[in-house]
C-alpha cells in the first residue's frame, strides 16, 4: 500500500511542478547584449529633409523634453530620450522607464533606435535611483527574477515600446 502511495505521488509531483512554471516567453529585442528595438522603413515621397522635421515633430510630441533635440545634419541623426511610466500592481507602485532614440535618416530609408533602457522603481522601501534595466533582464530571462513585479514591468516595457515604433512609423506615413 505504502509503495502504490508513493508511486502515485511520484506521477503526480512533475505535472503539479509545470504548472507552477511561467510558460509565458517575453520577445524583447536585443542586440549585442542589450535590449534594443529597431524599426526600419523608406521614406514616402519625401525628401529627407521632410522626413527629418517630420520625425523631429514626432520626438518633440512625444517626449517634450527633447525639445532641443541633438541633430547631427550632416549625417541626418535625430538622437533624443525618451520615459514612460510601466505600472506594475494595483498597488500604486510603477517603474520609470528612460531610454535613448536615435533616428537615422539615409539613402531613402529610416531607422528608429530604442535603446539603453534604465528602470527607476517607485514603491516604498526601494532606493529610487535609475539602473540599467540590461541587469535585471539577464537575470529574469535565466529564471532568476528579482521579484514577483518583473514580468508586468517587462511587458510593460515591450508593449510601449512596440506601441512607440508604431507610432513613429503612423508618423511617418502621414
Avoid: C
Wanted: hydrophobic letters at 40%; zero cysteines; a positive charge.
Amino acid at each position: 500500500m505504502k509503495r502504490q502511495l508513493f508511486i502515485l505521488l511520484l506521477l503526480l509531483v512533475p505535472p503539479v511542478v509545470y504548472a507552477q512554471t511561467d510558460t509565458a516567453k517575453l520577445d524583447i529585442p536585443m542586440q549585442g547584449g542589450m535590449i534594443n528595438y529597431e524599426a526600419k522603413a523608406l521614406i514616402k515621397s519625401r525628401s529627407v529633409a521632410a522626413a527629418r522635421d517630420k520625425a523631429i515633430q514626432w520626438m518633440v510630441k512625444h517626449f517634450p523634453a527633447n525639445k532641443t533635440a541633438a541633430i547631427k545634419k550632416r549625417t541626418d541623426v535625430i538622437i533624443g530620450e525618451g520615459i514612460f511610466r510601466v505600472n506594475v500592481n494595483r498597488n500604486g507602485n510603477y517603474f520609470w522607464l528612460k531610454f535613448e532614440i536615435d533616428i537615422t535618416m539615409e539613402n531613402g530609408s529610416y531607422t528608429l533606435n530604442v535603446y539603453d533602457f534604465y528602470e527607476k522603481p517607485i514603491e516604498k522601501g526601494i532606493s529610487n535611483e535609475y539602473s540599467k534595466i540590461g541587469y535585471r533582464w539577464w537575470d529574469y530571462r535565466r529564471g532568476h527574477p528579482w521579484s514577483a513585479e518583473d514580468k508586468p514591468l517587462f511587458i510593460g516595457l515591450d508593449k510601449k515600446s512596440r506601441a512607440l515604433l508604431a507610432s513613429f512609423k503612423t508618423a511617418m506615413e502621414q
